[in-house]
């Protein structure tokens, strides 16, 4: 009896101190249930037990009924499979929250706050979560703040920007670039990092140092406390109704400040840690710094990792984004030699210094871009990677030779040089930023990468890099690089980690005690440079700081959240083994994915993205998926996982591959996507597909009559009739039947025999006979080697032989084959078709739904065909469509000179006609295989050259996805939501290469959108 009640009493205020995991919490409960034996503890525990469970999960019931009064129920989010996918960040950390919210505005914030602090639950704000350390994750309730939170503000004579919390620092930079500005900090992962965590974790990157980061550089914030106040600094009667309605906040911030700046000791440790980067603890800096309190509640804002408040709105001061970049790569001798020139280059004009150790160059020597000389350094080798920036041309040669002159006394190993050759200068910089990849992308399977983020005073910087190698060197972390920023002496060390035993775990756990050790008591450095505390040095906050600074932190955190529930466990944490709890598990799943990361780098590229799933969201699911099957742990769980798997994994995807472009392990999902559709088609769907393959003509004609007979009914019914109609026949069929939209095209008409190969009417002109046709030789080379005749190959891809002109805007005009034929014969080309052109395909339509053995059959069949008509190579062939020409590219293994529609027409069908009247106003679409193969550039280009003004649409994937537009439109419409703002007044017409996409552009743009050719032919005529 004793034993249940003093243990009901433990519980209960164990349970009301959320520091704790609630998955720790109901993991001791299941072993304390089990150590009671006698049948009378276990009876009254059992009733205890679940009046706790109800306890706990009562409030979270109430939580979200009164918050749906207020917020949309569909962004209140329990679904398991969800609650994971977004519970994750790039950490080796994994809580899943109980309940995701994906606030949209700051009034939601206010009520999320006022509702749940009462009822003593725990909230984690969360932008990118491209953390690092464990500080953007819960098992309680996420705020998702990203979609809703983009607005910003350049003002004050550019001098400053104001931005919503959920922009990507890439982002801000690109409103700031046309000015010549930027903004202050620069971390590695600003293209997908979002100015909350940003600022939440005070992060800097290579140029930034501690002179440009948030700390420095924020002039303003404006934030939402505990209890739902805000304050916005930049108001005064915001501040003056804060003083008011809080003045203990005040006061207590007062007295704190007063207590730092009277202990002479404490003021100058702190003045003293802030030299160097120092994102361990709080921003103490403030209390040192300022003397005003809301100046000190804003800076001890920055870095506190969403611990303290919420931030709604940040103002940076702009900094210069100077115009002329160069950079060069200084080999030393020894790591001792490059650390005392980093001393040297301190005082020189520098903007950058990164240190490299010969074991990451060891890991870019192979690049095909890497000088030889890198290969035979010798072992002790050390670079540092110098940039050096100006405005002017002149005065950043005056730069280089200021550093030059610097180091001048120590040797280095190869004579140097500055380089603002984008070539070389992106390749050192490659070199660089790729290490952390490179050790993740060679990892063992199962393993995760780890980057460590320490920084020393800078004239121990050599004794402490060869320390730390030794360190890494005892506990056999063979794999680990050390990089770092010199300048800041700030280092990383990555190398990946086992974490699926304890003896692994051990491992881990030793390194990291000897670690604080050697940063803390040898060298007075910081555990955490730029990272943040999280979970990961929060048992070692104390450590570095000593007890009093500590105990300050601690008074911080209850100034500002008296109970503990604003991301607790994070930053201040009591427990000393927090950092080797709840570590996040990597099974093995699938080889296009098992090199994940987890950094979220790919987010931001993403149609899916927010209405679903992101590709780093979709491979943790696929990786939970494969963990609960390899351990048959929770067979209900996993059935439902895989259930929804359906929709958010596989349906939603439009397997496009745009993630791939922001990998830094080179992951494309939509390919992983693509081959799990593949393992999840029946045999009779392979079946019905390959006889879709082997009847090509025949479904394109089925298809052109139903278009318009389709098209027939909506001039008879109009629109409105036709899609009340077509509704109920989707709602009829459980969504088998797609839904019919105002924009589907007319039917195209079958190529014209008596067209085909007829091009010979045309005057010849040069031909190609001398071209030599590679894949990957550079399409521009082809004008050099003209003669006489000029043929082309043109392959009308199945799209187009069976989609005509829209219905809503041209239905009179020649559909896009006989259009193009015109146009190239107009350029003096002789059109030539592939024989047996109608049953002709490239494959993709059949790859993207995961039918990958018909689409290699129809890919195959069309290479051969196409190596017939082009004699072997001979003449060049053009795609109508940038998604097939991609999709043959990628699979063709013989050497055919195949063109994408925008690149033939910009270098070989423009320069040979004239514009004679250029369109006002248009819009552009590059769409995904565009991007991918680098074509926006050109698109842009020919568009110039045919209008005055070229909107170019910002988007990922238009969502339509080959056919996905009529199945799931979902995506489409998700995509294509802030479309029409884009669209300036005057603006009719939208051009792209892609007829499905355009369908989906037209809905969803109200402008006339079609394929690029249709503009070149009506400006040149
Ligand atoms: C490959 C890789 C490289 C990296 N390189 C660098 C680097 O060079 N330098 C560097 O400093 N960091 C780096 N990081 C770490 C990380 O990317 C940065 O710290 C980044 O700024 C975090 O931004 P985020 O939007 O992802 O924030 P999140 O991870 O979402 O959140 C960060 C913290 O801020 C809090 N937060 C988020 N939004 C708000 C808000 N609106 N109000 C209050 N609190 C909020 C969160 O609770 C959390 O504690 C890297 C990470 C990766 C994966
Ligand atoms: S797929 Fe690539 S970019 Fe995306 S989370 Fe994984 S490693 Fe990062
Ligand atoms: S293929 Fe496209 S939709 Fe699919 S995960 Fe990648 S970016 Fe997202």
């Given at each position: ?709 389709v098209?027939?009914f909506q001039?008879?019914l109009?629109n409105?009739a036709m899609s009340k109609i077509s509704g109920g026949i989707t709602t ?5 039947i797609p839904k019919w939209i105002p924009?589907l ?277």
């Amino acid at each position: 009896m004793f034993l249940t009640i003093s243990s009901e009493k433990v519980f209960k205020i164990w349970l009301s101190d959320p520091s704790d995991s609630e998955q720790t919490k109901q993991t001791a409960f299941h072993s304390f249930k089990k150590r009671i034996s006698s049948w009378r503890f276990q009876i009254k525990n059992i009733v205890f037990l679940q009046k706790l469970k109800f306890m706990l999960e009562a409030n979270y019931i109430q939580l979200i009924k009164i918050l749906s009064v207020t917020i949309d129920p569909k962004r209140i989010i329990t679904n398991p499979l969800q609650t994971l996918a977004y519970g994750t960040d790039a950490s080796f950390y994994r809580l899943i929250p109980k309940i995701v919210i994906l606030a949209r505005t700051e009034k939601e914030i206010v009520e999320i706050l006022r509702q749940a602090y009462p009822l003593q639950i725990p909230v984690t704000f969360r932008s990118a979560g491209t953390s690092l350390s464990g500080q953007a994750i819960t098992d309680s309730v996420l705020i998702v703040a990203t979609h809703g939170w983009k607005n910003y503000k350049i003002f004050d004579n550019n001098t400053r920007i104001s931005l919503d919390p959920g922009i990507i620092g890439a982002k801000a930079n690109a409103y700031l670039s046309p000015l010549g500005l930027k903004i202050g900090p620069d971390p590695a992962s600003i293209g997908a990092a979002m100015i909350g965590g940003i600022v939440g974790n005070n992060a800097s990157g290579m140029c930034c140092g501690t002179s440009q980061n948030s700390y420095k550089t924020i002039t303003d914030l404006r934030m939402v406390f505990f209890d739902g106040t805000i304050l916005d600094t930049t108001d005064p009667n915001s501040i003056a109704d804060f003083k008011k309605s809080h003045p203990e906040m005040i006061t207590a911030i007062e007295n704190l400040r007063d207590e730092i700046k009277s202990d002479q000791q404490l003021f100058q440790r702190i003045q003293h840690k802030f030299k160097i980067k120092n994102t361990t603890g709080y921003s103490l800096n403030a209390f040192v710094d300022f003397e005003d309190p809301i100046e000190i509640i804003k800076h001890l804002m920055v870095g506190s990792e969403g611990t303290l408040a919420f931030t709604s709105n940040v103002t940076f001061q702009t900094v210069i984004d100077e115009k002329y970049k160069s950079c060069t790569l200084m080999i030393f001798e020894t790591i001792k030699a490059a650390c005392d020139a980093t001393l040297l280059l301190k005082s020189s004009p520098v903007s950058a210094v990164e240190l490299l150790d010969r074991k990451s160059i060891k890991s870019v020597e192979n690049d095909p871009e890497a000088p030889d000389y890198l290969k035979t350094l010798p072992n002790t080798a050390c670079v540092l990677l110098v940039e050096c920036r100006e405005n002017d041309l002149e005065q950043i040669k005056i730069k280089q030779d200021a550093i030059r002159n610097c180091v001048d006394s120590i040797p280095t190993l190869t004579p140097y040089q500055f380089t603002m050759d984008p070539k070389q200068y992106s390749f050192n910089w490659k070199a660089r930023k790729g290490l952390l990849p490179t050790v993740g992308g060679l990892r063992k399977t199962g393993t995760t990468v780890i980057i460590e983020d320490v920084a020393f005073p800078l004239h121990r910087l050599a004794e402490a890099v060869v320390a730390l190698v030794k360190l890494f060197e005892k506990y056999e972390y063979h794999d680990a690089v050390l990089f770092g920023h010199a300048l800041e002496g700030n280092l990383h060390l990555v190398f990946s980690q086992d974490f699926s035993t304890p003896t692994e775990v051990q491992r881990y756990s030793n390194l990291m005690d000897d670690l604080v050790v050697l940063v803390v008591d040898r060298f007075d450095g910081s555990l955490k440079a730029e990272h943040g505390t999280g979970r990961n040095m929060s048992p070692f906050v104390e450590k570095e700081w000593g007890s009093k600074a500590y105990e300050m932190m601690k008074r911080i955190k209850k100034i500002f959240d008296p109970e503990n529930r604003i991301n607790p466990g994070v930053l201040i944490n009591p427990d000393p083994k927090s950092h080797l709890k709840n570590l996040k598990p990597m099974p093995k799943s699938n080889e296009w994915i098992d090199k994940c990361i987890e950094c979220g780098f790919c987010e931001p590229n993403c149609v899916s993205e927010g209405l679903t799933l992101s590709p780093r969201q979709r491979i943790v699911i696929a990786r939970e998926i494969s963990r609960l099957k390899a351990t048959n742990e929770d067979p209900e769980r996993l059935a439902q996982m895989l259930k929804d798997s359906t929709y958010m994994l596989d349906e939603t995807c439009a397997v496009d591959g745009l993630c791939a472009m922001a990998c830094p392990v080179n992951i494309d999902t939509g390919q992983f996507v693509k081959e799990w559709r593949s393992n999840h088609i029946s045999e009779s769907q392979k079946k019905i597909a390959s006889t879709l393959g082997n009847h090509i003509a025949e479904t394109t004609a089925t298809l052109r009559t139903t278009l318009n007979i389709v098209g027939g009914f909506q001039s008879v019914l109009g629109n409105s009739a036709m899609s009340k109609i077509s509704g109920g026949i989707t709602t009829i069929s459980g969504g088998a039947i797609p839904k019919w939209i105002p924009n589907l095209p007319k039917g195209s008409h079958k190529i014209k025999t008596a067209a085909i190969n007829s091009g010979d009417e045309t005057p010849i002109k040069k031909h190609f006979s001398s071209y030599e046709i590679k894949k990957g030789v550079p399409d521009n080379q082809i004008l050099n080697t003209f003669s006489e005749e000029l043929k082309v190959v043109y392959f009308p891809s199945c799209i187009n032989r069976s989609m005509g002109n829209s219905n809503l805007y041209d239905k009179e005009d020649p559909v896009l084959i006989d259009k193009t034929e015109e146009l190239l014969k107009r350029a003096g080309y002789t059109v030539i078709y592939p024989e047996d052109i109608d049953n002709l395909c490239c494959g993709m339509p059949f790859s993207s739904k995961g039918y990958t053995e018909t689409a290699d059959v129809k890919s195959n069949e069309l290479e051969a065909k196409l190596m017939t008509v082009s004699e072997n190579g001979k003449y060049p062939i053009l795609y109508d469509m940038s998604p097939c020409f991609k999709a043959s590219k990628d699979h063709f293994k013989r050497e055919l000179s195949i063109v994408d529609p925008i690149e033939f027409m910009l270098d070989h069908v423009m320069p040979r006609l004239k514009v004679k009247q250029k369109r006002e106003s248009i819009a552009i679409f590059p769409i995904c295989s565009a991007k991918k193969i680098g074509m926006t550039d050109k698109l842009m280009e020919i568009a110039k050259l045919c209008a005055n003004t070229v909107t170019l649409i910002e988007s990922t994937c238009c969502g339509f996805a080959g056919d996905r537009g009529f199945t799931v439109p979902e995506l489409n419409a998700y995509s294509q939501r802030d479309l029409k703002k884009q669209i300036p007044a005057g603006c009719y017409e939208g051009y792209s290469t892609s007829r499905t996409c355009e369908i989906g552009l037209e809905e969803h743009s109200g402008l006339n959108f079609k394929s690029i050719f249709y503009l070149i032919d009506e400006v040149t005529k």
